[in-house]
């Protein structure tokens, strides 16, 4: 089998990180958020994954190289010369996706994360005899989305409606798709919508049908949802592999810590708390929400939540850094220097505090 996966674009929402890798290796749980679709991808059987991208092809492809041989699998790119929107990348990839064996292949979006239920899918797909399967999960707020309108029984999808201003459901769409290689023959290679333009005309024909999904689901591409994201990835790791996380009597809740990290005397981390590679937290630390990426430093006595440190960052003795804070690359916050909500492009020095939510050039 084999699967697409839609990179796009700049990942300006994810800026300051954006600004060193591309939205796709940024680290999400101590690994690039594409790894986690891929390694998915690889345990049902996909052979090839096609990478859908417009910016930055060989930063990609050249960080991936390494994970080709280790996961055993193809990691290819299809690069379009213009934005080609979500339906569009489909048949620019066609020669790529399409292998004469009629095998459906999977689409997603690469900023989301959840529990890949891809053996479900499979089988769900292959038991309607539709053309397309989509995922579907449940919100709070389904006004602010496109909802799926379906039959509950069989799945079969009836409509869409845009940000519903009458509750007509709850389900929108998650962004993983099972497509039959016959739905490439309903899109054009221009710029195209898939949730706009092709899914609608295959509902009509009878053909399109949703799965609910299982479990969490989130899209991470803004710091907000990447905090919110990590509570629930963590949350579905105690409920299947609990092994995997931190235990001791300085760790509350949910806490991940790469074996290479290295954890002070007197800490005090979590709930909701990655801890990457090569990193050290000095001794009476306070860490809750936040994710501390690959290298970085936090010294002695300092408080961070709510916010996400960039790979080889330091944060100074006693500074406190919270309220969405997002530290680039290479950043250095002074000792005892607050941050609240600061967003803070790679290779500064903070000398002084950020009173209230600012970009710092």
């Not at 509570?231 to 300085?250: E, F």
Request: hydrophobic residues 40%.
């Amino acid at each position: 089998m084999k699967a697409l996966i839609l990179v796009g674009g700049f990942g300006t929402r994810l800026r300051p990180l954006t600004l060193s890798v591309p939205k796709p290796l940024v680290d999400f749980a101590n690994k690039p958020m594409i790894l986690h679709q891929i390694e998915a991808l690889k345990e049902v059987g996909v052979t090839e994954v096609v990478l859908a991208i417009n910016y930055q092809p060989e930063v990609m492809l050249n960080f991936l190289k390494e994970f080709e041989t280790k996961i055993g699998i193809t990691i290819t790119c299809s690069q379009e010369t213009e934005p080609l929107g979500t339906a569009g990348p489909l048949a620019l990839a066609r020669e790529k996706l399409v292998d004469g064996s009629g095998e459906p292949f999977f689409v997603l979006n690469s900023d989301v994360i959840s529990e890949y239920p891809f053996a479900e899918l499979v089988k769900f797909h292959k038991s309607h005899g539709g053309e397309a399967t989509i995922m579907v999960t449940k919100v709070d707020e389904p006004s602010k989305y496109g909802v799926v309108v379906m039959e509950e029984e069989t799945g079969k999808v009836e409509r869409f409606v845009e940000k519903p201003k009458v509750f007509v459901g709850n389900k929108i769409n998650a962004g993983i798709y099972l497509l039959n290689p016959s739905v490439l023959d309903l899109i054009e290679l221009r710029p195209t919508s898939i949730e706009k333009e092709v899914f609608p005309k295959i509902a009509a024909d009878q053909n399109l049908f949703a799965m609910v999904l299982p479990g969490f689901w989130m899209d991470i591409g803004q710091p907000k949802d990447y905090i919110t994201g990590l509570r629930l990835y963590l949350d579905s790791i105690r409920k299947k592999s609990s092994a995997k996380l931190a235990i001791g009597s300085h760790f509350i809740g949910n806490v991940l810590v790469h074996e290479t990290a290295v954890i002070g005397e007197g800490c005090l981390i979590g709930p909701d708390v990655a801890i990457g590679p090569g990193c050290v937290v000095e001794s009476g630390v306070r860490l809750s929400r936040c994710t501390v990426m690959r290298g970085a430093r936090v010294k002695n006595h300092a408080c961070v939540s709510s916010s996400i440190i960039g790979w080889h960052s330091t944060v100074g003795q006693w500074a406190r850094v919270e309220n969405m804070t997002i530290l680039g690359e290479d950043v250095h916050v002074g000792d005892e220097v607050y941050s609240n909500g600061g967003v803070v492009l790679p290779h500064k020095e903070i000398k002084s505090s950020i009173l209230k939510p600012e970009i710092v050039m």
